[in-house]
């Protein structure tokens, strides 16, 4: 089997504001329903911009969003693979909860 890769789609030109709140509700879901050998919900408050060397933890005030990522086995010709469902949250590329999803919010 060959090894496993990430899958990861984003939106592209999409005007609606991130929703963090949703997609931890859909992380839940697919957490129960569906299989996978991993799962990360992903929360970052990264400025893209070349000059920002930010890599800290969320701040009450920035914006930040969320995104689920998906790490899909390998599986051979009899579709067997190993599914272990196993579930992770990151804030800013940093393991916070293993085991579990997490929602932060600020107010």
């Excluded at 997609?23 to 569906?34: F, H, P, S």
């Excluded at 996978?36 to 992903?42: A, D, E, T």
């Excluded at 920002?52 to 969003?65: E, S």
């Excluded at 689920?68 to 393991?95: C, K, L, Q």
Aim: aromatic residues 14%; neutral net charge.
């Amino acid at each position: 089997m060959k090894a496993s890769r990430p899958l990861h789609s984003k939106r592209v030109g999409c005007k609606v504001q991130n929703d963090a709140y949703a997609t931890i509700e859909l992380a839940n879901y697919w957490k129960d329903n569906n299989l996978f050998q991993g799962m990360i919900l992903h929360y970052d408050t990264l400025d893209p911009s070349p000059n920002n060397a930010d890599v800290g933890t969320l701040q009450p005030d920035k914006v930040y969003h969320a995104e689920i990522i998906v790490v899909m086995p390998s599986v051979n010709d009899y579709y067997e693979g190993r599914f272990d469902r196993s579930v992770r949250t990151d804030i800013n590329f940093r393991a916070a909860i293993y085991g579990g999803l997490g929602y932060f919010q600020y107010k």
